[in-house]
């Protein structure tokens, strides 16, 4: 039934759902992997934007149940219009299909206790969604299901979120008492992650003249966050942070850099400075050579394909004064990301990790009884009695 929701969307969506969903050895670990994910096709994004701006966890807004779904009715037609101009969709379910594949493959041979290992998409606001995703897993019979964020740098409004639609999900429903159920909610720091930044950023840096290659300013840029978010206490500003040092030092060289916030949304005060301005400014500064380092997405989408690469790239850039301005690609199927993505899985299975400390703290200014409830869940869900848990490492 799920594979029927979501590879309708695009042909190359369905032949690698096709692909995924017809393995023919019965499953036996799960990989979840969470996402917000993004229209594949046009019609979609009235939907997709009406459930962005409904979700709490997401963004707050005054009488949000009138106001959320007003927002995105207004904003549907232009936003269609982005869409149209990246080729029709959002590629992050293709990719995001590829990674798993590629991931499965892998832990496949590096886990043989835990094979076969089978990849599951959940999306927060578009098909294929999360409760449908749980529905496939239970039918499935798998064992073990490891529920892996696809933000490596956690927030309460994204991969905070997603978890919340888990626990909404299993509010009225029994939980599988056969699957045995972990979190890896955050991997901001992991080196490999930071190795494939620092690899997609050479790449770049490559296409510069030598003599301009050392005065490039290298600009991390991030999804923004709501000032509020930040004074509750969300993680996520220094779990960006984190992975742009680390990529700093792998990557070894002494160009300047900077970290910004791109994408806000409506007229409240979001973390700054945002990359539009940021580029601006660094032209009256008389710099001419930048490069646009997306640090806090797996995969391409609209904000790299559209906002970076179209309004900002071409646009913005281009009419500040800059000379050359290019855009670091999204990790996607490079092998050092996968190795990456391997590397976070196997260490969590081999060691037996069900829930971390850090995801059940909560933020000290939550005042959110959706959080409280959510955190509780997870606790319930992924608590082994230790002779239990110790029967589910591999060694
Ligand atoms: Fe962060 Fe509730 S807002 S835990």
Known sequence: MLSSLYCRTSSIAAQLCAASY??????????IMLNMGGPTTTDQVGDYLHRIMTDRDMIQLPVQSRLGPWIAKRRTEEVQKKYKEIGGGSPILKWTNIQGELLTKKLDQLLPESAPHKHYVAFRYVPPFTSDTFTQIEQDGVERAVIFSQYPQYSCATAGSSMNAIADFYKNRQI???????VIERWASHPLLARVFAERIREKLDKFQRND???VLIMF??????LKAVSRGDTYPHEVASTVALTMRELGVRNPH????????????WLQPYTDDAIKAYAKQGRKHLILVPIAFVNEHIETLHELDI??????????????????????????FIDAMA?????????????????????PHCVSARCQSSK?????LCYEPAQMKESFIVT
């Open 22 to 31: 017809s393995t023919a050895a019965k499953p036996k670990t799960a990989i």
């Open 311 to 336: 309004e900002y790239c071409d646009e913005v850039a281009k009419e500040a004064g800059l000379t050359q301005v290019e855009r670091a690609a999204a990790p996607n199927d490079h092998p050092i």
């Open 343 to 363: 590397d976070v899985v196997s260490q969590h299975i081999k060691n037996g990790e069900t829930v971390s400390s850090q995801f059940l703290s909560r933020c």
């Open 258 to 269: 900077r970290l910004v916030w791109q994408s806000k949304v409506g007229p409240l005060p």
């Open 176 to 182: 599988p008492k056969h699957i045995k159920f972990s």
């Open 221 to 226: 840029t991030a999804h923004s966050l709501p």
């Open 376 to 380: 509780q869940f997870f606790k319930d």
């Open 213 to 215: 290659r050392d005065h």
